[in-house]
């Protein structure tokens, strides 16, 4: 019998207080039934957003050394998935790991964390845009929110943003090498409240639409919540549609969780109340294949 548990690689920063990243990531997988074996970027006390004095220790020195034993260990990955880097060197090294672990048959999902809303993290510069664009050239599949978008196509961030300009967008970034490209929290034009996610297949040369309900930027970590799930989902054999669906709705339940109680948002969704939703039944689907 072929062994069923599929493998990650998740690198990313661990953020111990907030629901961002790693925090986020592990428990999301392993719901799921994938093992992710964490590689940290940086050690933060709590993520960056909504926190001013947080501590950082930046890892970019250790990474080699951490990659050279499991390549010695010879894992074999299904996917290798980066996020949040603790210094722009950091995408060197990323770029190294999938020249060694990248197979034929695995995929490599880049999400660009950089920023929100028009803005930079606070610890993210010019330089992290000239190496995640390095990045993404590797990647099978990238999930930039619409302002780290713009920052990759060097273009100015507009909110309300036409359905045929981000459909460009869209096109532009798998351009730059990945096949499939997913913008998150793009406001709708036409009804208020609502915050989209659009997606590009080049293979089949689809456009998706899935509309959410608004999530407020003020709870970190969704960016990580909404790859996570998705990861899972198309390793579970999901189609992308189906994957962004379950992504949108997922997300949508945790906060939904979360209004109930008076938990400060910068401490994230609440994934503790519906990790056991990760595996829902896919009824009343809710995505548009574009024209
Ligand atoms: O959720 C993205 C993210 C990851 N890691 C750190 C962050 C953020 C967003 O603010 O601050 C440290």
């Given at each position: 019998m072929k062994n069923p548990v599929k493998k990650i690689a998740a690198i990313h920063d661990l953020s111990g207080y907030g629901r961002a990243s790693l925090t986020a990531i592990i428990p999301i997988l392993s719901s799921m039934g994938i093992q992710v074996c964490p590689f940290p970027t940086a050690v933060l006390s709590s993520h960056t957003g909504g926190f001013k004095d947080f501590s950082f220790v930046d890892l970019t020195d250790s990474m080699e050394d951490y990659m050279n034993h499991w390549k010695k260990v010879d894992i074999k990955f299904d996917c290798i998935y980066s996020g949040f880097?603790?210094?722009?060197?950091?995408a060197d090294i990323i770029l190294d790991f999938i020249e060694v672990f990248k197979t034929d048959s695995n995929m490599v999902v880049v999400d660009p964390v950089m920023g929100d809303n028009g803005k930079f993290y606070?610890?993210?510069?010019?330089n992290m845009v000239h190496k995640m664009r390095d990045l993404i050239k590797k990647a099978d599949i990238i999930t930039p929110n619409l302002t780290e978008a713009t920052y990759l196509l060097g273009e100015e961030y507009i909110k309300n943003i036409e359905e045929d300009q981000i459909k460009k967008m869209l096109v532009d970034l798998s351009n730059m090498g990945p096949e499939i490209v997913v913008i998150t929290s793009v406001p709708d034009l036409y009804i208020s409240d609502n915050i989209d996610v659009f997606a590009y297949d080049k293979e089949s040369n689809k456009f998706w639409k899935i509309g959410g309900k608004y999530i407020p930027s003020d709870f970190p970590g969704t960016g990580d919540t909404f790859t996570s799930v998705l990861i899972g989902s198309l390793l579970n054999g999901d189609s992308l549609p189906i994957a962004l669906d379950r992504s949108v709705k997922f997300i949508a339940l945790g906060i939904r969780e979360s209004f109930g109680f008076t938990y400060p948002a910068r401490e994230g969704i609440l994934l503790e109340k519906v990790?056991?939703?990760?595996?829902?039944?896919?009824?009343n689907s809710n995505y548009e294949l574009l024209e």
């Open positions: 880097l603790g210094s722009a060197r950091q606070t610890t993210i510069d010019e990790l056991d939703k990760l595996k829902m039944p896919m009824i």
